[in-house]
């Protein structure tokens, strides 16, 4: 059954769907935002029809502002052992969404179209995604120093493996902010678009992915996420094996002979 989100505006065009956030008037996250973009994630992941997700914003100039800093507050009132409890709820809570909303445990590809204003837990949102599509009037990054705190959404893990040791660490300890076409150049996100183009962009790209076939899909994104992960010789058994379990497929018998 389909959930009825209130927080995301769903979208369908053919195998693409479209979570538009809207949490007005900041497109803040927090764990209930966060919650129904996870059970955006599994409904898109057990619907055959669906190949490509895209997370963008329904608002034009904030795409995700950052996680709301009173259910972080609210939790830190003091040290009593109910807050210290509340504390760890909380941290449990965000590290389900960093582990089953958009971690890379699925099959199928999301991408961000980052359309405004984007920052520490928006950020590490759109690094969950496997690809990352900017417009020009945005700006991203993770501040989190600058407050007093650190990028606890994944930031500090994600950003390290997209952008490398050197460059995660100027951005993060400085709490940086970049726009589009920096952002492009550094490797944070793929391409940079002025903001009408964002959207109709990605949903091409989107439909281009949707004409690969799935399973190859799968296979492929399990083969750079759990390889990456393991020593050479591991990440190289798991490629063979799910090449072979490929390559003995129906449809992929029928594609290479036609080729």
């Not at 009593?80 to 699925?106: H, N, P, V, W, Y």
């Not at 690094?127 to 990352?132: P, V």
């Not at 709490?175 to 962009?201: C, M, N, S, T």
């Not at 050479?232 to 490929?246: C, D, P, Q, R, S």
Request: glycine residues 8%; proline residues 5%.
């Amino acid at each position: 059954m389909a959930i009825d989100p209130k927080y995301y505006i769903v979208e369908k065009d053919g195998p693409v769907v479209i979570w538009k956030f809207n949490n007005p008037p900041q497109n803040l996250m927090n764990l209930q935002t966060a919650a129904e973009l996870t059970e955006l994630v599994e409904e898109f992941e057990a619907d055959a029809d669906l190949r490509v997700a895209i997370l963008t914003s329904h608002l034009p100039d904030v795409f995700i502002q950052h996680f709301d800093v009173e259910t972080i507050l609210s939790n830190w009132s003091s040290e009593s052992s109910g807050d210290i409890a509340a504390t760890q709820q909380l941290d449990k809570e965000l590290g389900e969404f960093k582990t089953r909303g958009l971690a890379r445990l699925r099959r199928k590809p999301i991408i961000a179209a980052i359309s405004g204003q984007t920052a520490g837990g928006g950020c590490e949102t759109t690094l969950m995604c496997e690809f990352r599509f900017m417009s020009r009037n945005a700006s991203l990054g993770c501040p989190e120093v600058n407050v007093g705190i650190l990028p606890g959404g994944g930031g500090t893990q994600r950003m390290t493996r997209l952008l490398g040791l050197s460059k995660a660490m100027e951005m993060l300890l400085l709490g940086q902010i970049v726009d589009a076409d920096e952002a492009e150049r550094i490797g944070l996100v793929h391409k940079a678009f002025d903001y009408e183009d964002l959207l109709p962009e990605a949903i091409t790209f989107a439909k281009e992915l949707a004409m690969r076939p799935p399973m190859a899909i799968g296979h492929i994104m399990e083969c750079i996420y759990e390889g990456s992960q393991k020593p050479l010789a591991e990440g190289l058994a798991l490629e063979g094996n799910l090449f072979l379990e490929l390559a003995q497929s129906k449809d992929a018998k029928l594609a290479m002979s036609a080729y």
